[in-house]
């Protein structure tokens, strides 16, 4: 027909695209005219992020990374979170791009195989609780976004030496943010009254809820922040000095932020994460030094850490606030085994013996179901339970009213998964301390170098603060997902002498 003949010669040239192109733009920007602001907002916004992350995956690594901060801050239509929002779109570019590029394959790394038997263990565990299945599996479907991102940061960071840049900014941005919001808590005393520690502060929370949670989201940013910040400095450029500076600058202020953050805090189990944190980084940072810096630089920081063991044991010689001497005083109680259903509770006490009624409650758990445990995310409804006539209580008298967690993570995942799931999850940490090592030895460039040295900071700092607590919460495997494939990135790219 020659009215089909018309419309095909009138879409063929240049000029006429621009114009029916005009006519959509026109189109789509009346119908967002019609909607209120906020979902107008929204929908450009989800429309850009859903754009960028199906052309390229990095982009939906980035934007994960970016929402744990603010995952409940909004909810977009539907329910969704913003990091909920954010893993679907991983998962969909993650998809798409496998699919569609045969000759980029997946790669799992040397760690994909412990996280793997972990997740298996988690699904067993799942299979047969004998509580909640549901909340069983709920729990293991947040653990599964962990070997998502791990495997998505492999994926995306092949390619041009951007990708690895931009996802360190992320990794520290968005920590480094919330440790500022943390701050200004802390100063203008902004918060429940339960957090108050006197003089008109509180402790430091961030947008994550949580003093504790906020301080394991802390230990795992700072130390990857001091790695990058240590090498830049320690690495001689030629013609990049402005570039070194700036880097060195930000990573600082980063480090300088987070950390600060972290002791507002008044974690406990926090302090001592950072502790065990700095330890790997004196032997890690000082080992890919210059020769002519590295015994200067283990004696500063061995001398730091030094320095704040004796302030902290000697009661600060009146140098240190109250409240901090306090906290650190009270590691001691929290570190006594003791019967929770004997003690004297006093406000002095209080915190202590309830932590110690949660790990007693824990090893109830694993005393009952030593195999597979009360099943992954029961570990509340175990304890709250009212048991069998044939059965003894998990509980302790009388703290029957649980915290969600054993503050101690390797009981804790004992008590939900057994001892097959405390096994399996030794097996992943032993893992990635062999896998920070492999990166140590291999790894070339400044930027490969400090991100090797901070992520071995950063696995030593959660290893040890999960001592004290639960720190696999809140989404923050988003955070250390990517973190983990840095190891595994560092070996691969170990002979790259660019970053």
Known sequence: ?????????????????????????????????????????????????????????????????????????LLLPGGLSVTQAALLLCLASLSLHILGRHEQPLEFGRLFVPLALFMWVLAVATLFTPYSRSEAFRETMRWSTVPLIYLLTLYALRGATWRLGGLVVCLLLAPALTALIGIGQFWFGIGPESFAIGGGRVRAYGTIGQPNSFAGYMNQAWPLAVGVALTALATPWIDTSRRRHLITLAAAAAAALTGAALLVSFSRGGWVGALGGMIVLILAGGRLMPSQLRMGVRQLMVGTVGGLLLLLLLGGGGLLPAAVVQRAASLVGNLRIFDARGADITPANFAVVERMAHLQ?????????????????????????????????????????????????????????????????????????????????????????????????????VAFHNLFEQLHVLNMGLQLGPIWALLVAAERHGHDELS
């Open 361 to 461: 409650a824990a090893w109830n758990m694993l005393q009952q179901h030593p195999l597979l445990g009360v099943g992954p995310g029961n570990y509340t409804i175990a304890y709250e339970t009212p048991p069998r006539p044939d059965q003894p209580p998990m509980s302790v008298h009388p703290w029957y009213e649980s915290r969600g967690h054993a503050h101690n993570y390797y009981l804790h995942i004992a008590a939900e998964a057994g001892l097959l799931g405390l096994c399996a999850y030794l097996l992943l940490v032993g893992a990635l301390v062999l896998q920070a090592l492999r990166a140590l030895r291999t790894a070339r460039g400044w930027l490969w170098r400090g991100v090797a040295v901070g992520a071995a900071g950063v696995v030593a700092a």
């Open 1 to 73: 027909m020659w009215w089909q003949r018309s419309l095909i010669q009138l879409g063929s040239g240049a000029p006429y695209r621009l114009v029916w192109g005009g006519f959509v733009l026109g189109g789509v920007g009346l119908l967002l005219s019609l909607l209120p602001l906020d979902h107008a907002t929204l929908l450009v916004l989800g429309a850009l992020a859903t754009a960028l992350a199906l052309v390229d995956p990095v982009w939906a690594l980035y934007m994960a990374v970016l929402s744990v901060p603010v995952q409940d801050l």
